[in-house]
């Protein structure tokens, strides 16, 4: 991507983020609507691509931020009255702040596997936590509110419609993933390339790793809160089961099946896979995992850089 | 509430007992782990295919430890089918990429079974009927005898690794894969038996552990998580710490339930987890065996 | 020079010719020829990183080289995976020794001994003909062999080889890291070897042992063999030896 | 009648082959056409969505879910539809999962247009997809979730559950716990949502009865060694009472006998434990287990109905067919087929023609009064207007020889409890 010219990148980012933002407006409802929930998981999987691909750390604990997220913006959503969004989103990025510090603390420490392991482990610490303590978390049926409105003291006051909710998550979506594309080519950025790369040797040159690695989990979780946020906008509620470790799973996956280390690859790896989920459960209504699980068994071999890697080398030719 | 002396020595047993198991259903994983590096992600589903082979077995002949035989041997060879055309390919690439093909073989698995079998859960009826009285509790022979017969199977497996010539090749496998080739052990053979008997013993331990519970497709989905922490805690590969890790984490969960409100007893054996992975992170008996 | 030709006595046991291969996108083997006879011991110099090792581990099956023949008792290997090499009687010691440091010393050599169509005498005479060679070894034969001092783990590295009963051993720099005493013993071995009709390809920076041991050179330099000579018209030239080592 | 019978076992294999490659009703009614439908001419079809844990761990009690629909929507096409229109079943699979059946829940509303929705397994996932059917103002009749805060805190306008909740069977079986079982009590309860507040519905009752509730075991979801966890009941009290369902009620149940428990104490508890569909997998171990549940696959009075003859008869066919085994069906067999039926009296009664009419189907839904008959095989039913909860007839059970034995029926005016509940 880097090696073309910068104006062929720019303009096909233009044409399509213009794709997207006329997509509402002239898909069926439940087509547009799938597409911002592909935004949104896209979103959290290109946030632990950030890890995965550019750190070289595998997260399998992305599930806590983004539940964190979710239930942060619940919290706000439920206890504030008049219910908020910019509280949503802020209580939203602080649980999954919160969440991130305390595995980022720990899990750093350790690599590769044991990394992933560990990070897996916290979040299903957070899931028994947030699953039994009813009280409050509403347990297994989790929490149901309201979506607020979109407002902007003194500019604009706007009920959240599936349209605008979209245009709103395109551009936060968007929005992250310029940011995160300037964290990744900056001198920071390519600190944590060089850590993917030999982390003995970038310790040798006197980086401190451990504390670069903490910042790199930090963020990520964040993104990853932010795209749990929007979530539960979306969707109006918030439930354990987004806790649960088989979500992170699910992440992984969308990054190897995209392609890790690009960013856009997660994203696309989320559509691939949502819309096959969505294709096939059209036509074997109760069966469909096992061609599902073929796809993926099939793709995990033979497409080991994923479907960007795949389609590039593919374009080469 | 006061703990009473009794209440512990019971859940001595019931952690001995439950470690057994969790040991046996571990030792496969492990193996495969550590020799291999595949992090097994279907474990759970072989696990649950051998109690319906159990189930299967049983209906036909009647006989419980033809059934577990038949288990054994079933998925030892669905391993080895699994492992040749979905594992094999993968040699070599970042484990990673096994975690993925495993989940998406547990996919496929879990529903072949759902649509094979359908969803009511089946039975298998224990062998041995007779309890003896433990404290204030009636406590069933049968889970003793589980307890023995995984002592057995993992003691068995462990002198097959100690004293075969293939034992030898295997952990020969495991510590130089390269080297082992070049000493001309037929590793591709090696690994395909290797994941074969680690299935095996995953069907196995399904159809000893069917009895306890009910045989449906989801039955592998409560292990896979609670084995994939005793072979880290016990050290990636290493056998025999994992049966130890096994024993010593269904103990803890079960001296925990006596205190702490029993969902999060759960949550001590991730804190041990998480204290091994940063105190001692290749496992917290790595040195005492291997 | 015509890399290659200048046959080698007797009958050819080992033929390499216009090896290529890459680690990664680095060129590592620029067409590598080579010819060993049959018990001959055949030196490999050159300087780090020219691709010695790479031209050992191609010969043994554990690099996939890109282009390039291998034959072996006149028969083509280049596809045979590793194990079955190694059955054919390549036996191969490498850099870093590699021995199964959990494994006993015994278990170490039974990983070369137990293969198919060796009778239980012949396992016990020939573990019995090794524990001869190396008596170090007796003392140790129930030790882990990460036990054993890096001098013990050569003697052991070379005897696990020897297990298989090779015509030829690839040995990479054997004595690398051992005390100057170790490098004699490294010396007798290899004339048992030879003793045994055991070729020899050995890879070392020592120069004085590898003229010593072998009777002909190969000089690699950026994976290719620059000069090929016997040992004798190296003696009589030593601006050569220095040309490719750098010395 | 015998010619009707005819055409529901032709049938059945036509409609389950639908469900298994059939993409949504209205596609493969064009590909396969039922026998029935030459009938209805050009009438357009009420599309009616359904949506079931088909995978995942709550497959078992989706599939024979389903089943009852199926029935039910068969049986009303084969009798001439709803004011002369066919019925259009639509099914998605949630995978037991929330999020999976959110989007699907969305598909079926604004892909397929389905005019009102039968169905729901999972609480969390009825509860996750109360919005849509506000959003989109359609009916939704719960087919299984049981989670009290549907039709209490969290009610909504829209949803409609047919059946009998927890704090319902709570007051319907107190009296005979405490009355002929034993004065003390210990709760074992799947420690979650729905285990906690039905532990807390039925130590209020038992307390109520002059029963006493002397403690309480707790046990994580998806256990499947609960041994530790029970083998710490010990003390002075008369009897066990489960809370639990599916594979955990299973285990649950095989490892209470396995230490003697059952022996030792009373053992009774939510019926959900010996539901039809698991005791197959218990065998002799859950003999003298005594439960509550709305229907039993039983002919004893009062059940010796022809209604509920021909309903045991043709739901056991079905079943069949999807479970090699060969399981009775279960009492989620039972409420989504009457459920179905509900919505059909609804229609009827006013008119509906489409998602425009749904106020109107609320109106007659609320307060609707159903009667014991072929329509409804479990018994009469009042769906209560102020929190769209029904109140029906309860069953007393106790196993033995594997089988359910009815040991008292509980009026439905004697499981009353007061409406919480406030349509926003």
Known sequence: MSRRPASIYWIGFSIVVAALIAAPLVLPTFWARLLTEILIWGLLAMSSDLLIGYTGMVSFG??????????????????????????????????????????????????????????LIFSQIFYVIIFTW???????????????????????????????????????????????????????????????????????????????????????????????VFYALQNEFAAPDFVFFIVSGETVIYNVVGGIGTLVGPIVGAAFFLLLREGLSRFFTEFYLIPVGVIFVAMVIFMPQGLLGFMRRWLNQ | MAISLQQILIQTVNGVVTGMILALVASGLTLIFGIMDIVNFAHGELFMLGAYVGVLTLAAAGSFWLALLSAMVAIALLGALIY??????????????????????????????????????????????????????????????????????????????????????????????????????????????????????????????????????????????????????????????????????????????????????????????????????????????? | ???????????????????????????????????????????????????KSTTLKAIMGLVQPSEGQIAFEAQPIIGLPAHRRARLGIGYVPEERRIFRFLTVTENLRTGLDRHGVSKQRKKALLEKIYEFFPVLVERRNQAGGTLSGGEQQMLAIARAMMLEPKIILLDEPTEGLMPRMVGQIREIISVLQAENVAVLLVEQNVPLTLEAASRIYLLEKGMVRHHATVAELRADHSIIQQYMGV | MSDVENVAENAAPTRRRLLGWGASGAVATMLLPAPWRAAFGDAKPYKIGSLQPLTGVAAVGGKTALVGIQMAIDRINKLGGINGRPVDLIVADDQSKPDIGRRAVEKMVTEDNIDAHVGGFLSNICLACMPVWEDHQLANMIGVCLDTTLTTTKCNRYTFRTFDFAPAQAVAFAPYLVGKLGKKWHIIYADYAWGQSTRDAYTREIEKQGGQVVGSTGIPLGTADTTPFISKINGDFDGLFGISFGTDGTSLANQLYDLGLTKKYKWAGDGAIAESTNLPALGNKIEGFVGINRYLPVLDPPLDTPANRKFLDEATARLKKIDPSGPLPDRYTQSNYEAINALKLGIEKSGFQGREDTPKLIAALEGLEMKEGDDFPQGDKTLRKEDHQAFLRELLFVIKNGKPHILEAVPKDKTLVPPACSFA
């Open chain 3, 1 to 51: 020079m015509n890399p290659g030709s200048g046959a080698a006595p007797g009958a050819v046991l080992l033929e390499v010719d216009g090896l290529h291969s890459f680690y990664g996108k680095s060129h590592i083997l620029h067409g590598v020829s080579l010819v060993i006879g049959r018990g001959e011991v055949v030196g490999l110099l050159g300087r780090n990183g020219v691709g």
């Open chain 2, 84 to 290: 040749v055309t979905t594992l094999r390919p993968l040699l070599g690439r970042d484990p990673l990429t096994t975690i993925l093909a495993t989940f998406g073989l547990s996919l496929i698995l879990q529903n072949y079974a759902l649509w094979q079998f359908g969803p009511v859960a089946r039975k298998i009826a224990e062998p041995i009927s007779g309890h003896f009285t433990l404290f204030y509790l009636d406590y069933p022979w049968y889970r003793v005898v589980i307890a023995l017969i995984a002592g057995a199977m993992i003691f068995a497996l462990w002198m097959f690794l100690k004293f075969g010539t293939w034992g030898i090749w295997i952990r020969a496998t495991t510590q130089d894969r390269v080297m082992a080739q070049a000493m001309g052990i037929p590793v591709p053979l090696v690994l395909a038996t290797v994941f074969a008997i680690g299935s095996g013993m995953a069907g196995a331990s399904g159809v000893l552990f069917g009895p306890l519970t009910a045989v449906d497709h989801a039955m592998g989905l409560d292990w896979i998580l609670k084995v994939f922490i005793v072979v880290v805690v016990g050290g990636m590969g290493n056998l025999a710490g994992s049966i130890v890790a096994a024993i010593f984490i269904s103990l803890l969960e079960a001296y925990a339930s006596l205190w702490v409100s029993p969902a999060q007893a759960v949550i001590v054996s991730f804190v041990v987890l998480i204290l091994t992975l940063l105190f001692r992170p290749t496992g917290l008996f790595a040195t005492a065996t291997r």
């Open chain 1, 134 to 228: 009813t009280a409050v978390t509403g347990g297994e049926n989790g929490l149901t509110f309201e979506r607020p409105l979109l407002a902007v003291p003194g500019l604009i006051r706007l009920h959240l419609t599936p349209t605008n909710l979209h245009w709103f998550v395109l551009a936060v979506v968007v929005g992250s993933y310029l940011l995160l594309r300037r964290i990744t080519q900056s001198p920071f950025g390519m600190v944590l390339q060089s850590i993917r790369e030999n982390e003995a040797r970038t310790r040798a040159i006197g980086y401190p790793v451990e504390r670069y690695k903490i910042v790199a989990v930090m963020l990520s979780g964040l993104f990853a809160g932010l795209a749990g």
């Open chain 1, 62 to 119: 992305h599930s806590a931020f983004f539940g964190l997220g979710m239930y942060g913006a619940a919290a706000a959503l439920l206890t504030v009255s008049p219910p908020n969004l910019w509280l949503a989103l802020a209580y939203g990025l602080l649980g999954a702040a919160a969440a991130a510090g305390f595995v980022a603390y720990f899990s750093t420490r350790l690599r590769d596997i044991y990394f992933a392991i560990t990070t």
